[in-house]
């Protein structure tokens, strides 16, 4: 194959998306337009490809090149490979590859909320939820569980980094999202009222004295539900609780409080999907 380059050198150009830039640079390196994101194994980059992204580079394992990486590679006849054998690779990426297998991609422009949700039932919204493990293994529960979208507000980690798009094992390419704003011209925006004008009832995942068991017969009941989620430690904001129509829990045992939101997340979503 023509494509294949051998690495002989870590500081050619072509390798700096994969050795020196991080992924916030690589969100603005085509500011104003979309920039790249780095997909990692190769379920999770095939199923990027069955979404219409566009490959930009891969950088393979050699021993990988016949085996675990050879679909990617025939889907993408002219794009150059990069390959080396897995201690070199560790070296120039800072990691070790997952099934020895990187691409980097190119971003899409996000679609609107607007258009995220139309024809919707289900969807979940992240408030500020940071970490990227979280954020992949939400969405492995929305797609799996019945979610017809995700909404994150801007203080959550993008789903497209690589660690959090490997964890959702490629559903991020799969479920509609887009980010959601919670500022306007230097102001905060109550991004509930917006849903609340889009016709959803709002349940906001929290421990308060008001809470109901998630399964309440009057939230289930509701036409159009979105279940809103927060951060680890802080949870949602009070502000957010206090404009959601309902406030839910999950009723616990052996004196357990609450559980990691990325769990609690899959048990809302089997309750509410159904």
Known sequence: MNNITEITDFN????????RLPEVQLLRYHEPK??????ESPNVILRALNAGYEPVSLLVERKHLDGQASEVISRCPDVPVYTADFDVLTRLTG???TRGLLCAMKRRILPTVADVCAGTRRIA????VMNPTNVGAIFRSA???NMDAVLLTDGCSDPLYRRASRVSMGTVFQVPWTFIKTEADGQPRSYISMLHKSGFKTAAMALTDESVSIDDPRVLAEEKLAIVLGTEGEGLMESTIAECDYTVKIPMSHGVDSLNVAAASAVAFWVMGR
């Open 95 to 97: 990691f070790q590859l």
């Open 125 to 128: 919204v992240l408030e500020n």
């Open 34 to 39: 979309p920039g790249l994101f780095i997909a």
């Open 12 to 19: 050619v150009p072509e390798l700096d998306i994969y050795a």
């Open 143 to 145: 797609a799996a569980l």
